[in-house]
């Protein structure tokens, strides 16, 4: 990085300056070169550069009569928050004075009912949500260093953190600002309705990088805290997969409040430092429902029963169901005892899909081809030791059922086509049943016949037919089922094609597969991405 170069008659008039600096704020001025010291850079730490003066203003009319002076007297200024930016924005200049704002730190107003928070600039961060987290609010845009960076140090970077995804960066919550000119002249932009004619002016001085002047008062939109925040952590192979599961996860329209990844190596580096206790090679997964009816607090206890038990799947068995219509339990109770009658598999009672699942097991899954995923199904198949983990199914958080009765009936059809043949063993039965029965109906015939009694007719002979109708009808459907079936398994079309990998090679293409395998569980017929190309 060039420096601009030094204009020695200005650097020649420093005494002169720091006198006119101490009539401006008398007890914020710092000229000795240890004081200065500690302002030679920001968070650049490559780039050093003592100040010629630095000077901490109280107020905005301070501020304004220090820019006045300077742009009277042609000497450069540079604004300066918490030191925090990493692009040397704060770096000072040896023939520059700096303005650090970090005396300005007033809370001006919280106003509630605006959804709003007046403060000066050198409020950090993170204090404005402390000022207002105990009524259930809070600040969105949080970049990493909110501890440290002050407001008025992100309205110049226009900064932002993981909420950004869903709430945006500091200009989607900045409604007004009140900027001192070059030539000292105090202006506001915006305010408490974020209003403004005209230009978007308050929108060309944020991220303007104290270019344009010095912001001396800052309006920020608050929001309410969610009533419920839970925190996921999922574990990928590899880059592409993460962010194929990212993108998937986007484009199904929910947009969380915040998403951050870290590759391997950050992972690494952060578990050594302080072991919040990261996967490292991902050996397990969890599959949840997204809203909330699934504990993610489970996790813990279930990895736990993982270890201990040995097991390869610890699968989740509903002690109780809250929030569901009372048809709902009904019909899930008697279908799972139907199943479980009418299969050979081994598919616990009153499971869902919450389980904790090992690498290999779910390596199995994956590898088996079928087209209609009965995945409560498929994972009763693969074997390995499973244990039950009880849990209480919690109500639906947000959201609404994917599952209207209809495509309950299309699930409860591929689970039985899928894992039983039992249905066509019924048909035989009948048919077996209804062939005696025509067998004895034939000899009651020749019976009444040869006795001379006549059988009295139509209707009856009508009911039989339109029953042997009905059920030839049921039966032929059954099979037609089972056929489609095989016409599907035997045409043997991926399920899922990932259409780009970037760096991929044939180890990622399988990762990205299984991204996507996972999030479309039991989705009956594979409602995955098709090939487009
Ligand atoms: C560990 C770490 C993590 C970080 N994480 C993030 C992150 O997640 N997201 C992100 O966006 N940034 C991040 N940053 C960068 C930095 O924290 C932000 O840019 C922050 O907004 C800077 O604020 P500050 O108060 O420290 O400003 P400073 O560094 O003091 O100044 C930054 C710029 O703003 C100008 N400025 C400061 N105050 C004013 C004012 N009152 N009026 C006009 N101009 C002013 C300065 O002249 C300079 O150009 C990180 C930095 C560190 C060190």
Known sequence: MLLPPTDSKIVARRAEIVAALKDIV?????????GLATFDSDALSAYHQMPLVCVLPSN???????????????????????????????????????????????????DYENGCVVVEPGVTNLNITKAVEANGFYYAPDPSSQIACTIGGNVAENSGGLHCLK?????????????????????TLGGKSGAQGGLDLLGLVTGSE?????????????????PVTRTLLASFDSVPAAGACVAAIIADGVVPAAMEFMDRRAAEA??????????????????????????????????????ESGADVVYGVRRSRSGETAFKRATA????????????VDIPLDAGDFRLMSRRALDALLAMPEQARFIRGMVAWIGF?????????????????????RKMIRFALDALTGFSSAPL?????????????????????AYAWLSGRSIQGWTSLMLIVVILGAIQMFVLALMGEYIGRLYNEAKKRPLYIVEEIAGGDGQNARLGYLADATAKSDRPGGKGKRPTK
């Open 385 to 405: 030791k499973q244990v039950p983990f009880a849990y209480d199914r919690q109500t639906r958080f947000a959201g609404e059922t994917k599952y209207p009765l």
């Open 333 to 344: 109770h008697g279908f799972y005892r139907l199943l479980s009658r009418a299969t050979e």
């Open 60 to 110: 905005r009319e301070q501020v304004s009569a220090i820019l006045k002076f300077a742009q009277a007297e042609g000497v450069p200024i540079v604004p300066r928050g918490a030191g925090t930016s990493l692009s040397g924005g704060a770096l000072p200049r040896e023939d520059g004075i700096l303005i650090g704002m970090g005396r300005m730190k007033r809370i001006i107003e919280i």
């Open 425 to 445: 063993k019924l048909a035989s039965h009948v048919g077996f049943g209804l062939s005696v029965g025509s067998v004895l109906l034939v000899l009651y015939i």
């Open 26 to 34: 008398p007890d914020g001025v710092v000229a000795d070169p240890s």
């Open 210 to 226: 104290g270019l344009l002047g010095v912001v001396v008062e800052v309006v920020v939109k608050i929001l309410r805290k969610a």
């Open 167 to 187: 709430y945006g960066l500091t200009t989607n919550n900045l409604l007004g600002v009140t900027f001192v000119l070059p030539g000292g002249e105090i202006v």
């Open 270 to 307: 952060i578990e050594s430092y302080n072991q919040p206790g990261y996967p490292s090679g991902a050996e397990a997964i969890l599959i949840i429902d997204a809203d909330l009816q699934d504990p993610p607090e489970l996790l813990a206890p279930m990895l736990q029963a993982m270890r």
